[in-house]
């Protein structure tokens, strides 16, 4: 640890795992909207989509952020950002306005996914990253599984003075929002900043035309071809189907409970605080694994408990199968981003900024399968969504064999 940051800085950068952790409130919010707006499979799916879209975009652009403005900064920049996504459901819950909501809560989520895990890199000063970066997962797994059950109490204690119902939630995130953002702003984390030398084009005259930054452009191009690197390249695949699957059985479970089992939203809406339950205990045991096991070997664990799990998934039609499958792939699927994650950034320890931004990017993955899900629901039920699923869970066997390789 830097001997220039206080010990205690990890107890606010546990807050943000747990802010980061408002991302999968998308899940159980896009099913409320749904029945709200009498919305399809697929287009309620966009809001899932929407929010991990916007991986794609900032994720590289965070990485070089962080090179300029330090890692902390870029943190409370998305804390601000991931507030303001918070604040606008609590004035309606049209679809425009939770359009724009969800954007911005995927914004945000980009930005703090990028920084955070290498400033808690920067405040531990080494150690074993992906047992650390695991518990974080167990704190922002407790926001995660902590959301469906806001919901549903929202939506039986309705608030008429606020007409909020369900999204009460939001209103409970915002607060911890906001205490996360100060306690961070005040907390002194020592940093290095990589300096850019900033140049000077000129014309044959020797007049001065603009100012310009060739390493800014040069720090896109380089950190993409990063991707030329296989570890680094099949990791981030990893990372994309972990966050398809964790994503898709976020919003497929409490529908498959409904259509199979006949229950109402508010019924179904366990089967995604179920999940999150056995992922928050995959995240806190598996800190524990990772210390003790071959990480190669806890990652084969791992995928086979998701395998089955798209097994019952698919063929379930008794509520004890279904919550064993639910349970299974919460608990599978918990520490995939970890391993890969620091596989990845342990690989390449002169990039840790660049790669970092590039693993986050792979959470575009919970734009494409959702999409991909909820077209193949509309067509053949939920079965269809677990077939999806079943895809990135067959990729993952693939990558067991990259473990054995990395450094």
Not at 113 to 138: D, E, I, K, W, Y
Not at 394 to 400: E, G, N, V
């Amino acid at each position: 640890m830097n001997n220039k940051t206080s010990k205690f800085a990890i107890v606010p950068l546990m807050l943000c795992f747990f802010c980061m952790g408002f991302v999968d409130l998308v899940g159980i919010a896009s099913n409320y909207v749904k029945e709200d707006l009498a919305l399809s499979d697929s287009v309620a799916n966009v809001f899932p989509s929407l929010v991990f879209f916007w991986f794609l975009i900032f994720s590289v652009p965070t990485g070089i952020l962080m090179n300029k403005i330090g890692r902390k900064k870029t943190v409370v920049l998305s804390l601000i950002v991931t507030v303001v996504s918070l604040l606008l459901p609590l004035f309606g819950e049209t679809f425009g306005v939770m359009l724009i909501a969800f954007s911005l809560l995927g914004i945000g989520n980009a930005l703090m996914q990028t920084s955070l895990n290498p400033l808690v890199a920067t405040v531990m000063g080494g150690g074993n990253l992906a047992s650390t970066l695991t518990f974080g997962q167990f704190v922002k797994a407790i926001a995660s599984f902590s959301a469906p059950s806001l919901a549903m109490w929202g939506a039986t204690q309705y608030i008429p003075e606020f007409g909020l119902s369900w999204r009460v939630l939001f209103a409970i995130f915002l607060i911890v929002g906001v205490l996360s953002t100060l306690w961070l702003w005040s907390t002194p984390i020592k940093e290095e900043l990589k300096n850019e030398r900033v140049e000077e084009l000129k014309s044959t005259d020797g007049k001065k035309l603009q100012s310009f930054n060739p390493s800014i452009l040069q720090s896109f191009i380089n950190c993409f071809k990063l991707l030329g690197t296989p570890i680094v390249l099949l990791s981030f695949l990893g990372i994309m189907c972990h966050v398809g699957i964790d994503v898709g059985t976020n919003t497929t479970a409490p529908k498959i409970l409904m259509e199979r089992l006949g229950m109402t939203l508010n019924e179904a809406a366990f089967a995604t605080s179920l999940y999150f339950i056995f992922r928050t205990i995959g995240c806190l045991t598996g800190s524990f694994f990772l210390r003790v096991l071959r990480m190669r070997t806890f990652f084969i664990i791992s995928v086979l408990m998701m395998a089955l799990s798209m097994c019952g998934l698919f063929f379930g039609t008794e509520r004890w199968m279904l919550y064993t499958a639910i349970a299974l792939v919460g608990y599978g699927n918990s520490n995939v981003f970890s391993m890969c994650f620091a596989t990845a950034l342990e690989s390449m320890p002169e990039k840790q900024n660049e790669v970092s931004g590039l693993m986050i990017m792979g959470l575009f993955g919970g734009t494409v399968f959702p999409l991909l899900m909820g077209f193949a629901s509309d067509a053949m039920g939920q079965a269809g969504a677990v077939l999806v699923m079943a895809v990135g869970v067959l990729y993952l066997f693939t990558y067991i064999r990259q473990l054995g390789t990395a450094k």
